[in-house]
């Protein structure tokens, strides 16, 4: 049987409230709910509807449909039903807090290509601790995307990770993890050869000569094929795509994430011939999160894409 459950009572927030103040108020009283208490539930049960376009429509649908005829509004269970109407956990951190996690990574970017910019130092010759040193930097900096998404996505908010895409996905048959690898391989292979037309040979972004060693070559493998991948995808897709979609819809999410993400992988001067398609292809895995509402695609996607980029460069 429905009760008269009210969000927007329960948050103390007013109808017109804008997002923040949704988010402002629930931070408020979450601090003070114990952990475990009925209070808590409801508050936590509260923001999932009103966190929620779709929670938040279905709410004041059934809200006016009770003005009209007195009957309950709805029932706690059936308007969460709503706001994750594909079995989705919902999305709570707000565009503030992308933009603090944000802090970090760029500004550890922007001294990466600062160094390349100011030394000018030729990548082919460098040393074999060159090399470890430059791996050690890059799995340091994939474990703080990993620490950034979790802070802000599952600690502050208390919610889990799925929230970050972990879940299967809905939607799409068996195949469409290949969809979306076919698109990344698609993309770099017509943007180098429209490179190569132009009589522009672009570089890679890993020295030839990292081949050379052994402890390198290993280091490069664990951290293209394994710590990348999973890093980026929960920081980029999970985190920073959704958040962003949640706000300002699906394509927005995708062409700002994928811009960031090319921006991620910037380096020397000489490899900045591919940013265009490496953002392209961040917009691909984004695509594949959105349409199946999970992280498996794109993760399965860019561990093959980087997979096969490592076995060429180890051959060649």
Do not use: C
């Not at 970017?109 to 601790?129: K, R």
């Amino acid at each position: 049987m429905a009760t008269d459950f009210d969000p927007y009572w329960i948050l103390d927030v007013d109808r017109g409230a804008s997002a923040d103040d949704v988010q402002a108020a629930y931070e408020r009283l979450i601090a003070a709910a114990p952990e475990g208490s009925a209070r808590r539930r409801e508050i936590e049960t509260a923001y999932a509807v009103l966190s929620s376009e779709e929670g938040r429509r279905e709410y004041d649908r059934r809200l006016s449909t009770r003005e009209i005829t007195g009957l309950p509004a709805a029932s706690p269970e059936a308007l969460v039903a709503a706001a994750q109407p594909t079995g989705r956990e919902s999305v709570a951190w707000t565009p503030r807090d992308i933009a603090i996690a944000l802090i970090l990574p760029l500004l550890l970017i922007a001294l990466n290509v600062g160094a390349s910019l100011a030394t000018d130092v030729d990548t082919d010759d460098l040393t074999e601790t060159d090399h470890i040193v430059g791996f050690g930097f890059g799995f340091v900096l994939e474990a703080a995307l990993l620490a950034l998404a979790f802070n802000f996505a599952v600690r502050k908010y208390g919610g889990s990770w799925r929230s970050l895409g972990f879940r299967w996905p809905q939607g799409v048959e068996w195949w469409f993890p290949l969809v979306v690898v076919g698109g990344a391989f698609a993309t770099i292979w017509v943007w180098v050869g429209l490179l190569y037309a132009l009589g522009i040979a672009p570089d890679s972004n890993i020295p030839e000569n990292v081949y050379d060693f052994a402890i390198p070559v290993i280091m490069l493998g664990l951290l293209s094929v394994i710590a990348a991948p999973l890093a980026e995808e929960v920081f980029f897709r999970g985190f920073l795509f959704q958040g962003i979609a949640k706000r300002w819809g699906m394509w927005a999410g995708i062409v700002l994430s994928a811009l960031i993400f090319g921006l991620a992988h910037a380096g020397g001067p000489d490899t900045w011939l591919l940013l265009p398609a490496i953002a392209a292809i961040g917009g691909i895995f984004a695509w594949g999160f959105a349409k199946s509402g999970s992280i498996y695609p794109s993760l399965f996607a860019h561990v093959i894409f980087n997979s096969v980029s490592f076995i060429v460069g180890f051959t060649e």
